[in-house]
C-alpha cells in the first residue's frame, strides 16, 4: 500500500506512529513492515548537510544525576522546524507479509488500514501481487532504509 502525504510531516509521523502501534499491540513485527519515501529537491539537500546524530541511550545508564540538568531540546526543535519549513514530498509505503493460510487477515488489514483517520487524506492506492507496478513497488520498498 502506498500513502502519499505530500508535504504534510506532521501526518506522515502521525500515520507512522499509528502502525507502530499496531505493530505492538497485534504482534504484527514482521507481518506489516513501513518505510518512508521523501523526495527532496537537490538545492535543499546541498544547502544542509546532514548531520549524524546520536540516539539517546536508553537503559541503567542514562539515568541522569541528581545535580544534573536536562539537557534543552531546543536545538532539536529548531532543526526539525527548518526541515518542516521545506517541505519534502512523502510518501508512506506499507508492506503486508501474511503467509498463505492468513488471507483472512491480510484481507482485514487491506480494508483497515486505508479507513484509519491519518491515512484517509493520503490518497491510498493498494497494489497487489501480480499487477504491473507491484514489481516497481517491491523494488523501491527494498531500495529505501
Known sequence: MIFDFGGSEE???????RIDGWKQGFRLDKK???KFERKEEEAKKDAAPAAPTKPAKTGPKAKPR???????ANASDSEASSASADPAHIRLIVRLDFSDHEKLSHQ?????IPTEDPFKGANPQVVRPGEAE???TSDLFDSLD
Open 108 to 112: 482485514r488489514w487491506i480494508e483497515r
Open 11 to 17: 501526518t506522515a509521523q502521525q500515520a507512522r506512529h
Open 66 to 72: 541528581a545535580g544534573a540538568k536536562p539537557k534543552s
Open 134 to 136: 507491484f514489481k516497481a
Open 32 to 34: 506489516l513492515q513501513v
